[in-house]
């Protein structure tokens, strides 16, 4: 069954994936009736695997129940914590994520702003544009050695750390479920949070939005930081403080690359449109236009390997709720 709301599903399932799923398994298309259970009943009786999408309904007790034979839950986007309930776990239900696809292109986005923003490019764009001449703002450090600190090593930490091995800069972390022996094997040096902030010249936020990680980053933090040092977050708003954030970021003292705010988007009269010193984008690390369709891949993946007997790629169990996002 493919089952997520129609703009959803089209974004990640497009003809070749629909093609390469439909050659696998009779794939009954569910998009119009996806929140409405009693429209479902008859489909669901028989229907044994779900291939979804951002929209997925909630895999409550109500819904199961209207899905005796189902075995496995293929989710082609991120977090699956706004659908999977106690009761999927309880059923044994098969799930997995196409979390992994989607944090390539916040990989990419990261590792881009860590070389734009070191490089100043978006004050240089700003001064050209004013001056309508060539212009440069002072002391351009750019990356050359320079000391990265990536907060939270998870999937997308891990691939900041990987593509960062191909620059001339020192890598440092801190992830308090991430041995350090494993940190050094991805060129990183375990630092503890304070001295992240302390030494180092970027600080790239990628911790996961749990509750025990809201507002974990604060004024204090932001004090620590070199001047004219680079923030970077691509993670989630809650994440941070942001008062304190802006307070610092008043003082012009360091910089600020922001693709997620707490609110989100921010409220109309937030400072953070305004400082000079913010790179602010609308929540576009993560996979964006067709490269929405590397998650319909992956979810094509994963229905072979089910097809097949094989181990789940990215399979999600209750455990990993703990610390994933």
């Keep these: 069954m493919l089952l997520a709301p129609g703009h959803s599903c089209a974004m990640v399932y497009g003809p070749g994936q629909l093609a390469a799923l439909k050659g696998m398994v009779e794939l009954a298309d569910c998009r119009d009736h996806c929140g409405d259970l009693d429209a479902l009943r008859a489909e669901l009786a028989s229907t044994e695997i779900i291939c979804s999408t951002w929209g997925m309904m909630s895999l409550d007790e109500q819904f199961l129940a209207a899905a005796p034979r189902l075995k496995a839950v293929f989710y082609g986007a991120g977090s699956v914590r706004g659908f999977v309930t106690d009761a999927t776990w309880d059923r044994g239900i098969i799930l997995t994520s196409t979390w992994a696809a989607n944090a390539v292109p916040v990989i990419y986005y990261t590792v881009s702003l860590i070389v734009m923003g070191m490089k100043k490019a978006f004050d240089t764009a700003r001064l050209v544009r004013e001056k309508r001449s060539w212009a440069r703002p002072p002391a351009i450090r750019g990356v050359y050695r320079t000391r990265v600190g990536v907060i939270g090593v998870g999937m997308i930490g891990r691939g900041v750390l990987s593509l960062l091995r191909h620059y001339d800069v020192r890598t440092f972390c801190h992830d308090p479920f991430l041995p350090a022996g494993k940190a050094r094997e991805l060129g990183a040096e375990p630092l503890p949070l304070d001295d992240i902030f302390r030494t180092c010249d970027v600080v790239t936020l990628h911790a996961a939005n749990l509750d025990s990680t809201a507002h974990m980053i604060t ?15 691509t993670a989630r708003g809650r994440t941070i403080v942001e008062p304190d954030l802006i307070a610092e970021l008043k003082t012009g003292r360091i910089r600020a690359c922001l693709d997620v705010t707490d609110p989100e988007p921010p409220a109309p009269d937030s400072p953070l449109y305004d400082l000079p010193n913010v790179f602010l984008t609308s929540h576009l690390a993560g996979a964006v236009g067709e490269e929405c369709l590397r998650m319909g891949d992956y979810v ?12 789940q790629a990215c399979p999600v169990t209750r455990d990993m709720m703990q610390w994933m996002a």
């Design 300 to 311: 094509v993946e994963e229905v072979r390997r089910y097809c097949a007997g094989e181990p």
């Design 219 to 233: 004024g204090r933090h932001f004090r620590m930081m070199k001047d004219d040092a680079l923030f970077i977050n």
